[in-house]
């Protein structure tokens, strides 16, 4: 009952501190007292707006931001990002060998087959292939011999890349 008595007793309180308030013409600042800082340096100012940070390429990959997959020829290594941060990798590839070479620039997915065969090389398995450029893809094969422009991946990075990329995604091919 108590509780009762003083909760109809606060919000008298509040009622009268809005129509004194209202009656004041409006502009008037209501504060209970319990709201009413004891001195200035109680009162907290609102931050100043800030720009939200851009996102920072991880360190070591040699793509821009925007790719979601990055082959480094040179370091014969590929990685899967978001926005500039690693998902998965470095991995080692095998890249296209001279005469054959993995083209250099930014791609996007085109599409991907789980089992694709080569008909340009007698049917060759090409297991968790995701075609970027005509005829080039990522796909499972040797990481001891140079492929035929084609980026080799072990079996769990194919399969990872498989499952990861999407038509469309960016994929970069860096020398």
Known sequence: MRIRRAVAGLS???????????????????????????????ITTAPATTTP?????AAGVPCTITATACVSLSGKQAWLLDEGKIVYGPVKIMPGKKG???????????????????????????????????????????????SNGCVHLSA???????SSLSKGDEVQVVR
């Open 156 to 162: 769990p990075a194919s399969l990872k890349f498989f």
């Open 12 to 42: 008298t309180l509040v009622a009268a501190a809005v129509l004194t308030a209202c009656s004041a013409g409006g502009t008037a600042d209501v504060r209970l007292a319990a709201e009413t800082p004891a001195s200035t340096s109680d």
């Open 100 to 146: 054959s070479t993995t083209p250099l620039g930014t791609w996007h997915v085109l599409y991907k087959e789980k089992m694709h065969l080569s008909r340009e090389f007698d049917n060759a398995p090409m297991p968790n292939s995701v075609f970027f450029y005509n005829g080039v893809a990522f796909h499972e094969g040797s990481l001891a011999k140079y």
């Open 53 to 57: 940070a851009k996102p920072v390429m």
